[in-house]
């Protein structure tokens, strides 16, 4: 019985974390992108420099009519943000916030699940644009499956890199094995998943398939109210899971200072510094054509991952 | 820099440094203050010159009908009658003078271009920098002159010349005249000091 509570609780406390976190990110990206072109951004809405506009987005999303065009694929219309929001809050149960077991659940494939959950989230526009009888819509889902294919491996590659020089698959193992060393052996590897995890939350420079000056907004054209407001909340879901994976694969997680007391706090930090990053790098670069975008991926990324495969089982030889 | 057919990586240092100094950019703008005036908790500063409205300083006002012929958009409507003074002494004649009954600038119509302010010739008419005075109502933007006399108290004083510049003709005058009057007047105490035969020889100085 006690266990059952137990997974309740953690439970909750995911999804807690799942509905504020990312209004977190959210809200930080409103300021800081404002900041980044001389604005100030959002100033209104609660009272003290605009904090509570997210807040204020969902009450007006979900007092929208919530439309399905006629000729829509109705049950997988309606079900596909659903699809795309929910593998997040899976893989946000397995991550490691801190020492001593502090997870939702300890996952023994740890990379495995989170991986494979997170490229179902992809599934979820790939749903919303077939069935939503548009043609941007379809071109919306296409792109992002073009996408996902191409980014999914060399972002496999260098998480197995990880993997590889831990000797486990499990995240809390990964940390517990980690030294600060890994930090710069583990850099490309870094550069690499980070970089493959932005194409597929297909967060600008990779935004080809919500890309609104040529395909509206892709896959999400004709959600409106509160179907929309789900996608947008799995796209910053998507940002805080995409980093925090990053901070606890090549960053060390809850490793620093005052480790077995504040390592949840450490966690919390170099996700929210990655994210920043992935702000960052929205307001300074344009869109990268479909084109480059494939380019990119096959000649750019997967060769430097296995640069960082072969640099880790050199090393791994070497040190063993 | 000159521009090279072999792109950017033979131009710079080493490859990515137009991506470096994009993040730079975005990074530098985040940390300097951001441009924004918040306009209704803040008024912005206008230049003294601002076209924001027309006031009219009726006292001023003779129903000359200059601005309202001048103005392109005849967007300026006049309406006086003409009224008899009584002689001011007796065996003068009465003298007629024009009464303004109404003064209306139809600010729906008028294209700010300053051609009444300008054709004025007794200063009835002057810019205000008040912007704010937008109507539901089309029609409503037709203003009488009460709302325009009261303008009159939002007209700045007019900016001071440019230290290089030329004085003004009434100021230059009147220091002409004043300077006369001095030299005139030191001329004449110099003449009286300087003994009596000065003074018959030259019976006009001094007094013109």
Redo the contacts between chains.
């Keep these: 019985m006690s266990t059952f509570v137990d997974g309740i609780l953690r439970s909750v406390a995911a999804l807690v974390v799942l509905l504020v976190l990312p209004l977190v990110i959210g809200q930080s990206e409103h300021k ?1 992108m ?7 951004g959002p ?1 209104y809405a609660g009272g003290f420099h605009g904090w509570a506009q997210l807040v204020a987005d969902g009450v007006k999303f979900a007092q929208k009519e919530d439309i399905v065009p006629a000729g829509a694929d109705r049950r997988v219309f309606q079900l596909a943000p659903a699809v795309a929001l929910l593998p997040y809050l899976l893989v946000l149960i397995a991550i490691p916030v801190g020492p001593h077991g502090f997870v939702g659940a300890g996952v023994d494939a740890g990379i495995f699940f989170v991986l494979a959950v997170m490229g179902v989230g992809v599934l979820g526009s790939l749903m919303a644009g077939w069935a939503s009888a548009n043609k941007y819509s379809l071109l919306g889902a296409v792109r992002s499956a073009a996408q996902l294919l191409a980014y999914e491996l060399p972002m496999l590659l260098a998480a197995a890199s990880v993997a590889m020089a831990a000797g486990t698959v499990s995240l809390p193992g990964i940390l517990g094995q980690f030294h600060w060393w890994w930090i710069p052996w583990q850099i490309i590897g870094a550069f690499v998943f980070f970089t493959a995890g932005l194409a597929e939350l297909q967060r600008p420079p990779f935004d080809m398939p919500v890309a609104d000056s040529e395909i509206i907004f892709g896959a999400y054209t004709e959600y409106t109210g509160i179907r929309f407001a789900l996608f947008l909340l799995s796209e910053y879901a998507g940002i805080l899971v995409l980093c925090a994976l990053t901070a606890v694969l090549y960053f060390g997680g809850w490793h620093g200072p005052f480790a077995s007391g504040l390592g949840w706090l450490w966690t919390l930090f170099k996700t929210f510094v990655l994210a920043f990053v992935v702000i ?2 929205r ?3 344009p869109r990268l054509r479909e084109d480059q975008l494939q380019k990119f991926a096959w000649l750019g990324l997967i060769p430097l991952a296995l640069l960082q495969l072969v640099l880790t089982g050199i090393v791994k030889v070497v040190i063993s | 820099m000159a521009p090279s057919p072999t792109g950017s990586s033979s131009r710079s240092g080493f490859p990515g440094r137009g991506l470096a100094k994009g993040l730079a950019v975005t990074l530098r703008t985040m940390t300097r203050r951001s441009v924004t005036a918040q306009y209704p908790e803040a008024q912005p500063e206008l230049p003294p010159r601002s076209r924001g409205v027309i006031a009219l300083l009726e006292e001023n006002c003779t129903v000359c009908m200059l601005c309202a012929r001048e103005c392109p958009d005849w967007c300026i409507y006049i309406d006086s009658h003409k009224e008899t003074l009584p002689a001011a002494e007796p065996g003068a004649r009465a003298r007629t003078r024009n009464v303004l009954d109404r003064f209306a600038i139809d600010f729906s119509l008028c294209m700010y271009c300053g051609i009444c302010v300008e054709v004025c010739p007794f200063d009835a008419l002057f810019w205000s920098p008040e912007f704010e005075y937008a109507e539901e109502d089309i029609t409503d933007l037709t203003h009488e002159r009460d709302r325009l006399r009261e303008w009159m108290w939002t007209v700045p004083a007019p900016p001071a010349l440019d230290t290089a510049a030329e004085e003004p003709k009434e100021i230059a005058a009147a220091r002409k005249a004043a300077d006369k009057a001095a030299a005139a007047q030191a001329a004449a105490a110099q003449a009286a000091s300087a003994g009596e035969p000065a003074g018959p020889d030259r019976p006009g100085e001094g007094t013109q």
Excluded: F, N, P, T
């Design positions: 800081v404002a900041h980044m072109q001389g604005r100030l100033m960052w790098l307001v300074s670069y």
